[in-house]
C-alpha cells in the first residue's frame, strides 16, 4: 500500500507553546488530506479535511484558529496546534489521498503531550 | 446516539475460535463501509470495504445490512495476530471525504 509518514512520533511540549506535526506522502500526490485526533479508548473523530492549495474544512466544534492546517504542495500537510494546553494532549494522525480513489492510508500518528 | 456504534469488547477468545463483531450506523444516507484494524498505539489500517452482497477474504468476511444499518465481521479460526482493535468506519459521500470511526472493539486471542 500507499506510504503515509507522519512526524513527529511523539512530542512533548510546555503548555502555552505551539507544535507543528507534519503529514507526507511518500510515493504518491495526495490531493486530499485528513486530520483527527484519538483519545485513549474512543474513536478517531476528524477534526479537519484539507485540499491541496485550498483552506481547510473543518469539523463543527474544531477551532480553526487553534490548529492550524496547511497544504501548499501535494506530497506535504501540517497541522500546527497553537497554544497548547494539557487538553490538547491526544494522538493526532493525518490521512492521505489520491485523486480519484477512495481509500486514504494513514500515517504513524503523533503522540502530543502538553505539560 | 453516536453516529457509529460498536461493542467495545473487550473480546477475549482462545485461538481457532470464531468471533463477529457488530457495527450500528445512525446515517441512513451512509454509502461505503469499511473495517480498519488498529494496533496498540498504531495508525488503523484497512482490512476490508464491506459491500452490499457481502464479501469475504480469507478468514474475514464482512457483511451489509442496509435496512438495520449494522455491519458484521466475522473472523473464523482466529490466529494470536489477530489481536487488535477493529474499527467500524462509514462515510455518506462516495468520495469518503467524511469517515466516521466507531471507538473499535477489542480483540484478544489467546493461546
Known amino acids: 500500500g500507499a506510504v503515509v509518514s507522519q512526524h513527529p512520533s511523539w512530542v512533548i511540549c510546555k503548555s502555552g507553546t505551539s507544535v507543528k506535526i507534519e503529514c507526507r506522502s511518500l510515493?504518491?500526490?495526495?490531493?486530499?488530506m485528513f486530520w483527527y485526533r484519538q483519545f485513549p479508548k474512543q474513536s478517531l473523530m476528524l477534526m479537519a479535511t484539507s485540499n491541496e492549495g485550498s483552506k481547510a474544512t473543518y469539523e463543527q466544534g474544531v477551532e480553526k484558529d487553534k490548529f492550524l492546517i496547511n497544504h501548499a504542495s501535494l506530497t506535504l500537510s501540517t497541522l500546527t496546534v497553537t497554544s497548547a494546553h494539557p487538553e490538547d494532549s491526544s494522538f493526532y494522525i493525518c490521512s492521505a489521498r489520491e485523486a480519484g480513489a477512495t481509500e486514504a492510508f494513514f500515517g504513524q500518528g503523533t503522540r502530543l503531550t502538553v505539560v | 446516539r453516536k453516529e457509529v456504534e460498536q461493542d467495545p469488547g473487550p473480546f477475549n477468545v482462545p485461538e481457532g475460535a470464531t468471533v463477529a463483531f457488530n457495527c450500528t450506523y445512525s446515517n441512513s444516507a451512509s454509502q461505503s463501509f469499511f473495517w480498519y484494524r488498529q494496533d496498540c498505539r498504531k495508525e488503523p489500517k484497512l482490512l476490508m470495504s464491506?459491500?452490499?452482497s457481502g464479501n469475504e477474504d480469507g478468514r474475514f468476511t464482512a457483511q451489509l445490512n442496509r435496512a438495520s444499518q449494522y455491519i458484521s465481521l466475522l473472523i473464523r479460526d482466529s490466529k494470536l495476530s489477530d489481536s487488535a482493535t477493529y474499527l467500524c468506519?462509514?462515510?455518506?459521500?462516495?468520495?469518503?471525504?467524511?469517515?466516521?470511526f466507531g471507538a473499535g472493539t477489542r480483540l484478544t486471542v489467546k493461546p
Open positions: 468506519v462509514v462515510s455518506a459521500k462516495y468520495n469518503n471525504n467524511d469517515m466516521r
Open positions: 464491506v459491500y452490499s
Open positions: 510515493d504518491f500526490q495526495a490531493t486530499t
